[in-house]
């Protein structure tokens, strides 16, 4: 099993920045891959960011490229989503979550088997 936890959610004005962290413990041959996803209310799970941890590739969607950046920290077994020039629709429900790489399409929410219990964020303009 692989457990989850994040932290970093709050309030922030538009333009501002957020870290979330999402420190991960478990089994380590089943989060070989890891993402961050976000769920605004009365809208589908979207995934954001994604990192390849042994070679550290990352992915992003669209509407963060630039302005978000996943990475990692194996040390402390921690990933880390930094957020600068938030915009109200980045409003939402940030989830880690996790799995194999093997056969996995990146930033697809089901293909991850471990999701964490989520930080809230919130930007107003």
């Known amino acids: 099993q692989v457990q989850l936890v994040e932290s970093g959610g709050g309030s922030v004005r538009a333009g501002g920045s957020l870290r979330l962290s999402c420190v991960v413990s478990?089994?380590?041959?089943?989060?070989?891959?890891m993402a961050w996803f976000r769920q605004a209310p009365g809208k589908e799970r979207e995934g954001v960011a994604h990192?390849?941890?042994?070679?550290?590739?990352?992915l992003y969607a669209d509407s963060v490229k630039g302005r978000f950046t996943i990475s990692q920290d194996n040390a402390k077994n921690t990933v880390y989503l930094q957020m600068n020039s938030l915009k109200p629709e980045d409003t939402a429900m940030y989830y880690c979550?996790?799995?194999?790489?093997?056969?996995?399409?990146?930033?697809?929410?089901?293909?991850?088997?471990?999701w964490g219990q989520g930080t809230q964020v919130t930007v107003s303009s």
């Open positions: 990192i390849y941890q042994t070679s550290g590739t990352t």
């Open positions: 979550a996790a799995n194999r790489c093997i056969g996995l399409t990146p930033l697809v929410a089901r293909m991850y088997n471990f």
């Open positions: 478990g089994d380590t041959s089943r989060r070989s891959c």
